[in-house]
């Protein structure tokens, strides 16, 4: 039998290619054991059974192929919640967390009503509904394996105040009764361009959904009907939030016109323009 301290040394020689291999042989190591993580690293000498070594070196050889670890172990961390997640449905990025932390400045903790288009595992729609427990929360997905999965995670951390719905883009959101009674509208839409599809890292082509990232020729695509969808369904001076990819933000900005104030991309942390906010300056009708 092997030691924790022999294993996680083995892990990260193996895992040596990945981004962080200390944490991901941790990450595996603890998904083999079943142990938390104060009882691996309390005793470091202590013997892993020998099952539990086969189960960790087959979940390394898994993520050595190419499989995401959030697949592997299940869950991804997002705004401090922990979420479920499986194949076939987006994992939440951190870049994500800007979207989100834009539109609560907005909302300012109001009772606000928030449509989520395509909400994949809940991320964005979960942590509005947790930080503004006054809002009224509509999640969307065509994917109804991803409405499943992010109801789940709204049981987990018992918030009530989230609906999902399932459809494609607006249509989802017919006979709800929410024309002209949004407050915001927010979405990660897919925006990757068929062209930039092959130099994405294995790992998201090969398991990650591909209609979660592919955006049409231009990447756009999606968001051109975000943009011309989104009026009938907010209120006068509402807002529409979306992130967008590297590079995509001058573009973006130029798709929202007449009919848009206050259109702003916002930069995260390492200064890329990332959210695009617009406000609705107008009632339209459906």
Partial sequence: MSTVHELLHTGRNLLRGV?????????????????????????????????????????????LSG??????????????????????????????????????DLAAGAAVTIVDIGTGSGNIALALARELPEARVIATDVSAKALRVA????????????????????????????????DFIVCNPPYV???????????????????????GRTGLGFVRRLIKGSPAFLKPRAHLLFEVGYGQAAAAVSLLGPGWTDVKSLADLRGIPRVIKARNSERRQC
């Fill in 19 to 63: 981004a962080a291999p200390a944490i991901e042989a941790k990450v595996l190591l603890l998904q083999a054991t079943g142990l938390n993580e104060v009882e691996l690293l309390a005793s470091p000498q202590q013997n892993i059974r020998a099952k539990d070594e086969r189960r960790y070196r087959r979940l390394i050889e898994r993520r």
């Fill in 67 to 104: 499989v995401p670890l959030a697949y592997i172990v299940g869950r991804k961390e997002f705004w401090s919640l922990s979420l479920r997640v499986q194949r076939g449905i987006l994992i939440p990025r951190p870049e994500t967390e800007l979207l989100v932390e834009k539109t609560l």
């Fill in 151 to 182: 109801g789940l995670n709204a049981q987990d951390h018992g918030l009530e105040n989230v609906a999902f719905v399932r459809g494609s883009l607006f249509s989802a959101l017919d006979g709800l009764g929410l024309e002209g009674k949004c």
């Fill in 193 to 215: 361009s068929v062209a930039d599809w092959d130099s994405l890292p294995r790992e998201v082509r090969d398991h990650e959904p591909r209609r979660a990232f592919l955006g």
